[in-house]
């Protein structure tokens, strides 16, 4: 390491610099800076990087390599200085966050810093970070975000499926869940299936399948531009050796950390390595809903038979044929639906479908108690309840999925 507060010799001329607080609490980061530029880089504080910054030997650097942990969250502003100062200058800008709050990473990411990874760095990390940062910017004007993957045209692309709650509790997640895990069962022929909690904020897909949530979540998503199928398959964790699940992030983010550009690369990624996507969607409608919409075969809106997802209902209606959206992607499951004996329950359900003008395409029973038990043992319900009413109607789903799928001859990437 060089220092470059004060003129000094120098064998190289300095091609880097990390600012931080005081890089002596980041003893990984230097070590791996010493690995990838030996002594061609150089450590700075905050207020000294804004002053180098000024100076004509800026010019020279490649890069900045930003650390922060949460001890620097009351300092943001000098952090937001040192980024924007480096943009004009076209200096790229890498972030190494430790226990930072998303909120505050989001809004650096926004300002212009180029990418980021976690610390304590993952061995290679750094290395591949500055990778990404050397290699030329493309024309994204020009670039689709199927070539831009390399998914080759004439490679068959998965079925899309998303689940989105019309009201709290109304089943969405249980809904996605075991629909995904009966149709990657179904069978010694059973299609790839991945599971994608796009519920940034509340998702809690990785509670009921027991599963951890990583920082991975947060790096794929805050760089799909530079996402490769190796960066996207190796984010996804398994279930029981079957069913591939993104997980949300373990903090609670931002609803417009990802952009509809975001949300369209990850899709696309995941229908060329899977034949069968599911997605759970949250329960507010977000900018790349839309998106999502038009790259799903089917839209599935849970609801109850109450006034609460009566009116949801209606205003996601309202909503989707001002914008001109394929309302007829949507198909409206009724969660706890009426017993075949309850005549008055019903009645009522004809009557909310008239009213709105709908059909409730699927009848979901009362799970009962076993659905929590299942849930809160992180198991699907085929683990825990193989006779339940609500799983016998699942599977009947999964099932139609699977001949849909085989019907349209689609294969595995």
Same mark, same amino acid.
């Given at each position: 390491?060089?220092?470059?507060?004060?003129?000094?010799?120098?064998?190289?001329?300095?091609?880097?610099?990390?600012?931080?607080?005081?890089?002596?609490? $980041?003893?990984?980061?230097?070590?791996?800076?010493?690995?990838?530029?030996?002594?061609?880089?150089?450590?700075?504080?905050?207020?000294?990087?804004?002053? $180098?910054?000024?100076?004509?030997?800026?010019?020279?650097?490649?890069?900045?390599?930003?650390?922060?942990?949460?001890?620097?969250?009351?300092?943001?502003?000098?952090?937001?200085?040192?980024?924007?100062?480096?943009?004009?200058?076209?200096?790229?800008?890498?972030?190494?966050? %430790?226990? #930072?709050?998303?909120?505050?990473?989001?809004?650096? #990411?926004?300002?212009?810093?180029?990418?980021?990874?976690?610390?304590?760095?993952?061995?290679?990390?750094?290395?591949?970070?500055?990778?990404?940062?050397?290699?030329?910017?493309?024309?994204? +004007?020009?670039?689709?975000?199927?070539?831009?993957?390399?998914?080759?045209?004439?490679?068959?692309?998965?079925?899309?499926?998303?689940?989105?709650?019309?009201?709290?509790?109304?089943?969405?997640?249980?809904?996605?869940?075991?629909?995904?895990?009966?149709?990657?069962?179904?069978? /010694?022929?059973?299609?790839?299936?991945?599971?994608?909690?796009?519920?940034?904020?509340?998702?809690?897909?990785?509670?009921?399948?027991?599963?951890?949530?990583?920082? /991975?979540?947060?790096?794929?998503?805050?760089?799909?531009?530079?996402?490769?199928?190796?960066? $996207?398959?190796?984010?996804?964790?398994?279930?029981?050796?079957?069913?591939?699940?993104?997980?949300?992030?373990?903090?609670?983010?931002?609803?417009?950390?990802?952009?509809?550009?975001?949300?369209?690369?990850?899709?696309?990624?995941?229908?060329?390595?899977?034949?069968?996507?599911?997605?759970?969607?949250?329960?507010?409608?977000?900018?790349?809903?839309?998106?999502?919409?038009?790259?799903?075969?089917? !839209? !599935?809106?849970?609801?109850?038979?109450?006034?609460?997802?009566?009116?949801?209902?209606?205003?996601?209606?309202?909503?989707?044929?001002? %914008?001109?959206?394929?309302?007829?992607?949507?198909? !409206?499951?009724?969660?706890?639906?009426?017993?075949?004996?309850?005549?008055?329950?019903?009645?009522?359900? /004809?009557?909310?479908?008239?009213?709105?003008?709908?059909?409730?395409?699927?009848?979901?029973?009362?799970?009962?108690?076993?659905?929590?038990?299942?849930?809160?043992?992180? #198991?699907?319900?085929?683990?825990?309840?193989?006779?339940?009413?609500?799983?016998? %109607?699942?599977?009947?789903?999964?099932?139609?999925?699977?001949? +849909?799928?085989?019907? %349209?001859?689609?294969?595995a990437a």
């Amino acid at each position: 390491m060089s220092s470059v507060s004060s003129p000094v010799k120098h064998v190289a001329p300095i091609r880097a610099c990390t600012v931080s607080r005081d890089v002596q609490n $980041f003893d990984l980061l230097i070590e791996d800076m010493e690995l990838e530029l030996g002594e061609s880089w150089g450590d700075l504080t905050f207020p000294s990087a804004l002053k $180098f910054l000024d100076q004509p030997d800026a010019k020279g650097l490649e890069f900045i390599a930003i650390a922060l942990d949460d001890d620097d969250e009351s300092n943001m502003a000098l952090v937001e200085a040192v980024i924007q100062r480096a943009n004009t200058l076209s200096i790229r800008v890498l972030l190494i966050a %430790e226990e #930072l709050g998303p909120i505050a990473l989001h809004r650096l #990411l926004r300002l212009g810093a180029s990418d980021f990874v976690p610390y304590p760095l993952p061995e290679g990390a750094l290395h591949d970070a500055i990778q990404r940062l050397r290699a030329p910017s493309p024309d994204m +004007s020009t670039i689709t975000p199927q070539s831009r993957m390399m998914v080759s045209q004439n490679q068959p692309l998965g079925a899309v499926y998303a689940v989105q709650p019309l009201a709290g509790g109304s089943g969405a997640t249980t809904f996605a869940v075991n629909l995904a895990w009966e149709i990657a069962n179904s069978g /010694k022929t059973a299609p790839s299936v991945c599971l994608l909690d796009f519920d940034l904020q509340t998702g809690s897909i990785a509670t009921y399948l027991d599963l951890a949530r990583t920082e /991975k979540v947060y790096e794929l998503l805050s760089n799909t531009a530079v996402m490769d199928r190796d960066f $996207f398959l190796n984010t996804l964790q398994t279930f029981n050796d079957k069913l591939k699940v993104l997980t949300a992030a373990a903090d609670m983010l931002p609803l417009d950390l990802i952009t509809p550009d975001d949300i369209e690369r990850v899709i696309t990624m995941a229908r060329a390595s899977f034949e069968v996507v599911i997605i759970d969607m949250p329960g507010t409608v977000v900018q790349w809903t839309e998106t999502v919409l038009n790259e799903c075969d089917a !839209y !599935y809106a849970t609801m109850e038979l109450d006034m609460r997802s009566a009116q949801n209902a209606l205003r996601l209606i309202r909503a989707l044929k001002a %914008e001109d959206l394929p309302l007829d992607k949507l198909r !409206y499951v009724l969660n706890h639906a009426p017993k075949f004996t309850d005549l008055s329950g019903k009645a009522r359900a /004809k009557r909310m479908a008239e009213s709105l003008d709908i059909e409730f395409e699927v009848m979901l029973p009362d799970g009962t108690a076993q659905v929590t038990h299942a849930n809160d043992h992180g #198991l699907p319900l085929a683990e825990i309840a193989p006779k339940n009413p609500l799983l016998k %109607e699942i599977r009947k789903i999964a099932q139609s999925i699977v001949a +849909s799928n085989r019907d %349209e001859g689609r294969a595995a990437a």
